[in-house]
């Protein structure tokens, strides 16, 4: 019985990661991307991954922004990361310590955006109240962060 439960449990799991790539309520549009191998990354993309990350600087450069409009399936046509202000969440990481993440990741053979992964899309009012970040990455947490919860975490007013 208590296998029945376990398989039960992580099948329904596995579904409801897969419910949409992106979700829009009133106050925030987040996109959400799952595990992504290797073989699903442009070459030219991988080749990039040792030299993204490199500085501190809130801002994304044009290789850390076609890196992440790829890996979150941004349509570039609606919305460019390149050139955007990013906030890592939660608050001990940062622009550094993700890329060296995903790079440790895939010279491990493993899925470097894994689904504990979700960039949210801040609206102009989010953008205003909190210090002028367009974007929040959140990564090694299971639960979506709810907008409230982002605002607690960055310290806006």
Known sequence: ?????????????????????SYSDESVEYIRKQQISDSDMPNDLMMLLPCLGKDSS?????NEGRFLNHIYGIDTTR??????????LPSRYD???YFRNALIRHQQGSNYCIGTCTLFILNDKQKK???GYDVVITFWRKIIYSY???KHELGCM
């Open 148 to 150: 409230p919860q982002i």
């Open 58 to 62: 809130d801002t994304l450069n044009s």
């Open 79 to 88: 919305f460019n990361l390149i050139g955007k202000k990013v906030a890592f």
């Open 1 to 21: 019985m208590a296998t029945i439960f376990i398989v039960l449990f992580f099948m329904l799991c596995s579904c409801v990661s897969f419910i949409g790539d």
């Open 129 to 131: 109240e909190c210090g």
């Open 95 to 97: 622009k550094i310590s």
